[in-house]
């Protein structure tokens, strides 16, 4: 087995990384530390929960010199979310070597985003519309940056932030190294990658089909009127640990929390209407275990990295397959295994068969008898999930109301 000496790491981070219980190398980190370590770029297909933040980080923090007063490194993130769980991990490394770092994303303030500026920063982990804010204010200086990551980069050089990430890119140096990290590349988007990238080496660890593995999948028909009822029964079969239900909208997830939380559900809603430090409150509770139920736009599908998430619902339909591993891959991580579920009415079907289609699987369908009794076509479920996490179901709102009041207008 490689160790992390083989990777020609310094003894400083190596140390910090065995504080942290890590000791050995992940496979996309050893395939991509030296490449990116002698400066290639590199394009990196990668589930997250495979490592994949430590194989840019830990290279990139041996590149940089917290004696060179410049911007060195630049990650781009689609979510909020991922820029504070990278800004974590990152933060992490500094006992190392005592590089600054700036978390820029939006939501948050700006003035003091700018008195830090001030200051001599190396490495910014941002999201492109705050980047952007800050290239327009001239309070970033790209300049003089060395490496540039694009962090589920199929979602960073797609519809959405084509144009902002094109936008940043013309601010930096031609003469770059770039890295594109991703659970999933089609070969329109590695064009589009290629474009900015000199002659990437490819790094591929795990195909799709073998990340869903240990992730049991299973579908449930249903229709648009039914749908609420049918979830709340798998639910209540389920009681999952954690879970995250996504829904299409913003709205829905809205309309979704109200109604689960009125049944006495234990939940909280996450999507990017939010103030930021509510989704960070809400994100910070999930975490933590307060909340068994976070209700989500695919705001939540991308990158985090929440140990402890069992099952995933998808209420409404993913756009496409790629969403649909993005949602499903929350769950089952680290080898701990997983539950998804999809929520299919008619009108979904030819939606289905695409995501079938491409993740090459006919997902096992699970027929919910009329009465509050489900049958199923494959293995029945024979722990009894429900006894062990019951006390975190809030089944008597009244209670419940009762007991929070006063914390705020809904009881939270
Ligand atoms: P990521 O794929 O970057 O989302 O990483 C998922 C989790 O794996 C993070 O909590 C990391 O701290 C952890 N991790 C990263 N590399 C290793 C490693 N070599 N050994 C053990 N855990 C790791």
Do not use: W
């Amino acid at each position: 087995m490689m160790k992390f000496k083989d990777l020609e790491l310094s003894d400083n981070i190596i140390n910090i990384l065995q504080s942290q219980g890590i000791i050995n190398p992940t496979p996309i980190q050893e395939q991509s530390i030296m490449l990116i370590k002698e400066g290639n770029d590199v394009i990196a297909e990668a589930q997250t929960g495979t490592g994949k933040t430590l194989a840019f980080l830990l290279p990139m923090f041996e590149n940089m010199s917290p004696d060179v007063s410049t911007i060195q490194g630049l990650i781009l993130t689609p979510t909020r979310e991922l820029a504070i769980q990278i800004t974590q991990e990152a933060k992490k490394l500094k006992e190392a070597k005592d590089l600054k770092i700036l978390a820029a994303y939006g939501g948050q303030d700006i003035t003091a985003q700018l008195k830090k500026l001030k200051g001599n920063i190396h490495l910014v982990i941002a999201t492109p519309g705050r980047l952007l804010d800050h290239l327009r204010r001239n309070t970033i200086d790209l300049d003089g940056l060395n490496t540039l990551v694009l962090d589920e980069a199929d979602q960073m050089l797609h519809l959405g932030f084509k144009n902002e990430v094109e936008a940043i890119i013309k601010q930096m140096p031609k003469k770059r190294q770039t890295l594109c990290f991703s659970a999933t590349m089609n070969s329109q988007v590695k064009k589009l990658a290629y474009k900015y990238m000199n002659d990437p080496k490819i790094v591929v660890v795990e195909k799709k089909e073998i990340t869903l593995k240990n992730i049991k999948q299973t579908l449930i028909e249903t229709t648009d009127r039914r749908k609420q009822d049918d979830l709340c029964r798998v639910l209540d079969e389920d009681n999952p640990f954690m879970a995250i239900i996504f829904c299409r909208t913003k709205r829905r997830v809205d309309k979704l929390e109200e109604d689960l939380y009125q049944k006495g559900y234990n939940c909280q809603k996450l999507h990017s209407d939010l103030t930021q430090s509510k989704r960070e409150k809400v994100m910070k509770a999930f975490k933590r275990t307060d909340v068994q139920y976070l209700i989500a736009t695919d705001v939540a599908s991308r990158g985090l990295d929440i140990s402890g998430v069992s099952h995933i619902y998808n209420y409404d339909i993913p756009e496409n397959a790629e969403s649909y591993i993005h949602r499903i891959g929350r769950t089952g991580r680290a080898g701990e295994k997983g539950y998804a579920y999809i929520f299919v009415a008619p009108k979904d079907r030819a939606s289905l068969e695409a995501i079938e289609k491409e993740i090459k699987l006919k997902i096992p369908r699970k027929i919910l008898s009329s009465s509050n009794e489900s049958s199923e076509e494959t293995e029945p479920n024979t722990q009894s999930p429900k006894r062990k996490y019951s006390k975190r179901v809030n089944t008597n709102p009244k209670k419940f109301f009762k007991a929070n009041k006063g914390k705020d207008k809904k009881g939270r």
